[in-house]
């Protein structure tokens, strides 16, 4: 049996409540007389409410009609699809390693829109120690904050313990903008205009000589008017790293 509505000539009404191709009220007319209407337009009369008194009909394109139909249940299907209750188990003595794979798995689903399910799967006597899976439940939680939020409770089902988590878009927005804001702020680096160049001014920053001493970082070759380093001092006679005697490195002439 098919659901289509009643068209044409299969409308058994003798009298029906007209409506136009724009959606007007065109009153109650004779079947015939609306048949004719419809004909003349070179449309078709299709039956839209049948358990009124008269029933209504309507002016139209059946086929077009028929193929906008097919599009929006084909519209729900996908939106159903696509928020599919997803499920993630999870053991009371779950490893750090699993338990990160897991969460990222959940965090994805989250993303992309779909609930999750986290189940939490007991063994024996573990089911006599519910604060274990209600830990891990509420660990799940605080780890998927940004991008979702508990909507049923974690909760007692036999030998398993559940939770239900739903996407958040508010908390997906704000971590968003969140990590835009980290990312421009680490952009900052030397190569920032705000950050003066030491060669692009000529006054780069101070450095420490050889001997230890601060010595200036302006490059003298091609600079006017920039006075040159001074020559270093002759060292004085110091004693030898030995503890003998050493010779003065230039000694005076004899």
């Known amino acids: 049996m098919t659901n289509e509505p009643r068209i044409n000539d299969r409308i058994r009404a003798r009298e029906v409540r007209l409506i ?4 007007g009220q065109l009153g109650i007319k004779s079947l015939p007389e ?3 209407l419809a004909r003349e337009l070179e449309l078709d009369l299709v039956e839209v409410a049948d358990k009124a ?3 209504v009909v309507r002016i139209m394109d059946f086929g077009k009609y028929k193929y906008e139909a097919s599009q929006r249940v084909k519209e729900s299907r996908k939106h159903q699809a696509s928020n599919a209750l997803k499920e993630m188990k999870y053991r009371p003595k779950i490893g750090k390693a699993d338990f990160d794979t897991k969460t990222r798995l959940v965090e994805k689903f989250l993303g992309e829109g779909h609930k999750v399910k986290v ?4 063994r024996g006597r573990e089911v006599y120690h519910p604060e274990l899976g209600r830990r891990i439940l509420d660990n799940v939680a605080e780890a998927v904050g940004h991008v979702g939020r508990v909507e049923v409770a974690s909760k007692l ?3 398993n313990m559940t939770m239900v988590l739903t ?7 704000a971590h968003t903008a969140q990590r835009r804001k980290a990312d421009v702020s680490d952009g900052a680096g030397p190569g920032d205009p705000s950050v003066s160049s030491a060669s692009g001014d000529g006054t780069g920053s101070s450095g420490a000589g ?3 001493a601060t010595t200036s970082g302006v490059t003298t070759s091609g600079t006017a008017g920039v006075r040159p380093e001074p020559a270093p001092r002759p060292q004085a006679d110091r004693p030898s790293p030995n503890g003998g005697d050493r010779a003065p490195e230039s000694a005076p002439a004899s």
């Open 53 to 55: 008194i008269p029933p």
């Open 34 to 36: 609306a048949l004719s």
């Open 167 to 173: 996407p958040d878009r508010k908390a997906q927005a």
């Open 119 to 122: 189940t939490i799967m007991f």
């Open 20 to 23: 136009g191709p724009d959606g």
């Open 210 to 212: 050889p001997s230890g």
């Open 157 to 159: 089902d036999g030998r």
